[in-house]
Every structure is written in C-alpha cells, then in structure tokens.
C-alpha cells in the first residue's frame, strides 16, 4: 500500500482519523468544503499529539513528525489523487455521502480503498452511489479516536472480500481493533450500546433506582468504564434520540425512546454540551 490516505471531512471525527493516521506513519490529506473546519481540524490534531507528549506517550520529535505528515487540502479531488485509501467522515447525510462517493470514484485511482465513517447510515446505501459499488467499505471509528481501540468494518452485501481483508489490515495498521459487521442498522456496537441507554432511562423513569446508581451498576458490577445514562450525556441526548428513532423504525419498539428522554430534549437538557442532562456538567 502507498503511504497516502485522504480523510473527507475535519470535524470530530475526520481530525481524530487524521491523528491516528498521521502517528502511523501516513501522509495524510485532510480535506474540508469549510477553511474553519480545515484549521479547526489541524489545531485539534496538534493539541491531541501536545497531549500525548504531556501524558509521556509519545515524544515531542514524534509528535512534532506526525503533525508534519498532515496537509490540509481545498479541492477534492486534489486531496484524493494518488491516496491509497479514503475515509470519508462528512456530516451524517445519506445524499451528501451518495454524492461525495460518486466524485470520490471518479477522482482517487482505481485501486483505492473507499471508507466511510457513518455511524448509522446504510453503507450499501452510500455504496449505491458509485458505479462499483463493491469498492466501498463502512469503517466506524469511535470518539475520541486516539483512545478508542474498536473499529466497525462493515460489509454490505456486494462488498469485495479483498476489500474487507484491506479494510482490516488498515484499522490494525492505525492501532485498532477491527470486527466484522453486517450492513444491519446500529450495526454491532450502536444496537447494544442504545438499547442498553434506553432501558436505562426507561429505569430511572421507574423510580428503580437513581441515574448515578444504575451507572454504578454497571461500572461496579459488569465493569463498564462509564455508565450508560452518563455515556448518552456524553454523547448528546438529543443525538441518542435521533439514534433511537431510527433503531425503532429499522428494529422494532425495544428502541421506543421513553418519554424522559423526549422530555430532556425538548427541555434543551441535553447533556454535558448544554451543562445538564442526567447530570449537571460543571
Ligand atoms: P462534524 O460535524 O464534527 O464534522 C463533519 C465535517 O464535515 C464538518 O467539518 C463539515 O464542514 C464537513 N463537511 C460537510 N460537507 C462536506 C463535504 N461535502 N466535503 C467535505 N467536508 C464536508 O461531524 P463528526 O462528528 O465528525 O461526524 C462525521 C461522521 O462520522 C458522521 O457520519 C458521523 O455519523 C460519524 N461518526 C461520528 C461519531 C461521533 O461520536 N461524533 C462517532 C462515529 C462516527
């Protein structure tokens, strides 16, 4: 493989990629239609490496190397001419991932691997898009990037097996831990991980417990890092439902959202990013 990758996108999680990707020895293009995101993505990128030099993971020279890998880049098809690989991470919106898809094909060489990062879309559905279809994989990377080891590989149903196995090897290459998923919604991890948040909602509505002791449960007693009502306000209330309404619609009622969470979203509590959700973040 040549040492190039593209990453589309330099929002969350299109910088966290270009991190990991750059530490492992790529020259990244970190493309954005945004010159703010562009910056923003790149200043991200070298706080992150800042901090694994504070927290002595990594040093200042390899530090300094790997935020030397990254090039921002304005056009497209600039920044997917000769990549090896591509991962997208645009905004979650199936017609712009159709059509990103479509001009990356006609621009990246024809032995590119083409990734996206969607945490819930049909990744056959992005495929659809390009005229091989079959060259197109899901890798669903995980926020913070850098600390995350999973990686999603997710094969729809015409997805070359060659594909997957490249797919594979480059989520090991950048220090991850890669499973096997079929194009289903939520795919593995997003299936668990809501329908889990959700009961537990559905719980502190019960009056079963309260929300700090249902986390404790699970952290205490099954060894979770962080309990599920904490995690959804990590992540965004407002994004867990939007999550859970799909889920329910795709998977049946075991994804109804409970009315608490309705109620918390309409209220604008929605977690660490408005300083309330479950909890009051400081
Ligand atoms: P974000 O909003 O932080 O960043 C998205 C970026 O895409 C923005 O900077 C925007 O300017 C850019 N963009 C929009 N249209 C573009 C285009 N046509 N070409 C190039 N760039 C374009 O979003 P995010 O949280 O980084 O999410 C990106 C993708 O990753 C989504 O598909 C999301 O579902 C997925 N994802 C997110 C998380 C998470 O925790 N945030 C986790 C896993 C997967």
């Known amino acids: 493989m040549n040492e190039t990758l593209a990453v589309l996108g330099a929002g969350t999680m299109g910088a966290g990629i270009a991190h990991v990707a750059a530490l492992a020895g790529f020259e990244v293009k970190l493309f954005d239609v945004s010159e703010a995101a ?23 020279e390899v530090a300094a190397a790997a935020l030397a890998r990254v090039a921002p880049a304005d056009d497209l098809a600039g920044a997917v001419a000769g990549a090896a690989a591509v991962i997208e991470a645009v905004f979650e919106d199936l017609a712009l ?5 479509a001009a990356i094909e006609e621009a990246a060489p024809a032995d590119a691997l083409l990734a996206t990062n969607t945490s ?30 999973l990686v ?16 594979r090897a ?23 991980g809501v329908l889990v948040g959700l009961e537990a909602i559905r719980m502190v509505e019960q009056g079963v417990a309260s929300a700090e002791d249902i986390d404790k449960a699970m952290k205490l007693g099954y060894g979770h890092p962080m309990g599920p009502l904490e995690l959804g306000d990590l992540v965004g209330l ?11 619609r795709e998977l049946g009622p075991a994804f109804r959202p409970p009315e608490l969470l309705r109620r918390k979203v309409a209220e ?8 309330e959700g479950f909890y009051v973040w400081k």
């Open 38 to 60: 562009r910056a923003a993505g790149v200043a991200r990128i070298a706080a992150g490496l800042d901090g694994g030099v504070a927290r002595k993971k990594l040093t200042a």
């Open 170 to 192: 480059l989520a090991e290459r950048l220090g991850k831990e890669p499973i096997v998923v079929r194009d289903a919604p939520g795919f593995a991890s997003s299936r668990l």
């Open 97 to 101: 991932k159709q059509k990103l898809f």
């Open 238 to 248: 407002d994004v867990r439902l939007a999550i859970a309404e799909y889920l329910e």
């Open 152 to 167: 999603e590989i997710v094969r729809h149903p015409t997805t070359d097996e060659a594909v997957v196995a490249r797919a």
């Open 268 to 275: 604008g509590k929605l977690g660490k990013k408005t300083g």
């Open 120 to 149: 819930s879309l049909s990744v056959g559905a992005i495929a659809g898009a390009a005229r091989r279809p079959e060259r197109v994989v899901g890798m669903h990377f995980f926020n913070p990037v850098h600390l995350m080891k």
